[in-house]
């Protein structure tokens, strides 16, 4: 049965015909809406979205862990017009996208990042990898990237100042997930002025859980 749970969203899902951005937007408050609404049942949940959904309805199924420590997958969907969310019940099963998936508002503050000045790889999807380092600090850096729709956090040695020009960040000293290593390596000179000029860059994710994954986009570091 349907759980009834009220989000409060100021923004009206996109109108038909809209933008690509607007349904990227739409879809976002879909996956925020849901992990938020599959919170108290589902630890480390992320949510496969459904990039349009139906004519009423944001739909996306979250998949998390149970406090009993099971997988299991919830069916959620949010009304366009109301923004009401109701989740399903707990489905033992597992739903996850492979690749890489952008980084949500929500993903930006629970990676937390250590530093004082950060880099991003921009690609036409969004913001695939958020770093932060310290400058003149040997502290490594910190990442975040979002592979099999799961948060995780990567390091590159060498803090900041390392990172500027490309860096490989890993996971190595993870035991409990799958390697995964993601190199950023500049292509290009700056494509514009300013203290943080975007930078043409590939971005090439490894994983012993993945086919290798290439995107290009943009290396933007500073301030």
Sequence with gaps: MLKPLSIALLVSGPAFGASDDAWSAFAAEVEDACLAAAGNALVDASAVVDSF?????????????????????????MDKGTRAVEIGSELEIAVTRTGLQPLSEQDFESASLAGELFCSFEAETGTLLLAGGYVASDQPAEAAVK??????????????????????????SNSNSATVEV???????????????????????????MADVTSDGFWRCGP
């Design 53 to 77: 959904g139906s004519e009423n309805y944001g739909m996306a199924i979250v998949t998390g862990r149970t406090v009993n420590d099971r997988s299991a997958s919830m069916i959620c969907v």
């Design 147 to 172: 592979p099999f729709s799961q948060l995780m956090r990567l390091e590159a040695q060498g803090g900041f100042d390392a990172i500027i020009d490309g860096a490989v960040f890993t996971n190595n």
């Design 183 to 209: 190199t950023v390596e500049v292509t290009g000179n700056a494509t514009e002025g300013g203290e943080s000029p975007a930078l043409p860059a590939t971005l090439t994710v490894k994983s012993e859980d």
